[in-house]
Structures are given as structure tokens and as C-alpha cells.
């Protein structure tokens, strides 16, 4: 059922407390085409948590408690992704290493000096975005973000057996993609119409990025990875919006 299914992406990608109502442990095909609507919920949470903080305490608060809340709403997830790939996808190793590298729970490197960059820009354009906008600014990149991910699932095979192969084996739904498509549209629509453009362009460079990013693999894609691009883009999405002229 789609509610169910909208519920175990929620379970699966938050740490909203649904896991009762959920399918299972992990999500189907279905349930990952609702990744960007999880997205748009944690992005507004988020957002509303630092715009209700505003009120009581200075602003490089309301910029720690909106950086926070993204990733701590997660679980963090895709954040947990981007480590991992920071490590395996920079290293000049073979493709059987590069998975084996992505399945380490220790960090090296690449992924330090990746993340302390990311968290740079991401909290110069949390600090530089009208406080009063943060639940839309958030919602939107939130979810236009995941939005990539939905796509790239249609056009990359999963990189290695396992229980998640049949969730991207298996395509997402049309309808929910679509109705994913129109939710980013629409938040884009509600703050201006250079949010569309930034939607299409933050599309376009997800799907180059799988594209690019499946050949470090041998020609598919894994979970981290796509955390990577998500947190990518949403990082993006936060500091284009926050310099758009």
C-alpha cells in the first residue's frame, strides 16, 4: 500500500519514531521513489526547529541547531554514506577494494578532509539564508536533493548481490516519482522561479554523478553511495540558494 510504503521510507531514512507502522527493515522500490517527500519532512523539521530557536538565542545558533537537526533527523544516513565513499571513491585502489573500503567502519583521509570542506560551505549557506525561510529553504533542498537518487535508481544497477539489489532492481513507481517530481516543483515554485532552475540543475548534476561515480564501482552504484550524492547536492542546493543574486 502506499502509506505503508511512505512509512517504511520514513523508518528506513529518519529517525522518526514510525518503525512500528513500517513494511520492514529495509525499503522496497516503492518506498525509496517517497525518499524525496522524508527529505521535504526532515528539511521543514529542521528548519522549524532553528526558526523557533531564532527567537531565544543568536544566530550561529539557529545556523548550529539548523546543521544539526539535517543530519541528526537522518540518523545520520546519507552523512554516514558520504564518509564511507569519501574514502573508497577517491583511492586509487581496484574496484573489489573500493567495495571492501565502503563496507569499513573506519574513517581515513579523504573522508575527513571531505566532510570539513562540506561542513564549510553547508554552514556558510545555513548562516547566509534568511532565518524566516529556513522550513521552506531546507524543505526544498532537502527533498530535490533525494530527488536524484529516484532517478539514478531507474538508470544504475546495484553494484554488488545483496539484500538491497532487488530495491534498485526493481524500479520505483511512476506515479510516486512523479508526484515526487511535482512536491519539489512546488516548494521550488514557493520560494521563486530561480529555485526551479537550481531544482533542474541539482538534477542534472546527480545523475552525472551516478554516472560518473558508477564507473569507480564497475558500473553500478551501493547505498553510500548514493548518501553521497545526496549530501552533495543538498549542500549545493543550500549555497546556490543562499548567493543567488
Do not use: Q
Request: charged share 10%; proline share 6%; glycine share 8%.
Amino acid at each position: 500500500m502506499p502509506l505503508r510504503a511512505f512509512v517504511t521510507a520514513i523508518s528506513y531514512f529518519s529517525i522518526l519514531p514510525v518503525g512500528r507502522f513500517a513494511d520492514g527493515p529495509a525499503p522496497d522500490a516503492i518506498a525509496l521513489a517517497y525518499l524525496p517527500f522524508v527529505g521535504a519532512i526532515i528539511g521543514a523539521l529542521a528548519g522549524g526547529a532553528a526558526l523557533a530557536v531564532s527567537f531565544v538565542a543568536p544566530h550561529p545558533i539557529v545556523v548550529a541547531v539548523a546543521f544539526s537537526a539535517l543530519i541528526l533527523l537522518t540518523g545520520a544516513i546519507h552523512l554516514d554514506g558520504f564518509l564511507d565513499s569519501s574514502d573508497a571513491l577517491f583511492a586509487s585502489v581496484s574496484v573489489e577494494r573500493r567495495l571492501e573500503i565502503l563496507k569499513d567502519p573506519r574513517h581515513g583521509t579523504f573522508a575527513i578532509a571531505n566532510v570539513l570542506v562540506l561542513a564549510s560551505l553547508w554552514l556558510a549557506a545555513l548562516w547566509s539564508l534568511p532565518v524566516a525561510l529556513l522550513p521552506l529553504d531546507l524543505a526544498f533542498a532537502a527533498a530535490s536533493a533525494r530527488f536524484g537518487t529516484v532517478l539514478n535508481a531507474y538508470r544504475i544497477p546495484y553494484a554488488r548481490a545483496g539484500a538491497l539489489t532487488l530495491v534498485f532492481e526493481t524500479k520505483p513507481a511512476p506515479v510516486v516519482v512523479i508526484f515526487a517530481a511535482l512536491l519539489c516543483a512546488g516548494l521550488g515554485a514557493a520560494i521563486g522561479w530561480h529555485a526551479l532552475v537550481i531544482l533542474i540543475g541539482a538534477t542534472i548534476l546527480a545523475l552525472a554523478l551516478g554516472e560518473r561515480l558508477k564507473l569507480r564501482l564497475g558500473g553500478g552504484l551501493v547505498g553510500d553511495v548514493y548518501g553521497f550524492i545526496v549530501v552533495c547536492c543538498e549542500a549545493g542546493i543550500a549555497l546556490v540558494l543562499a548567493t543567488w543574486p
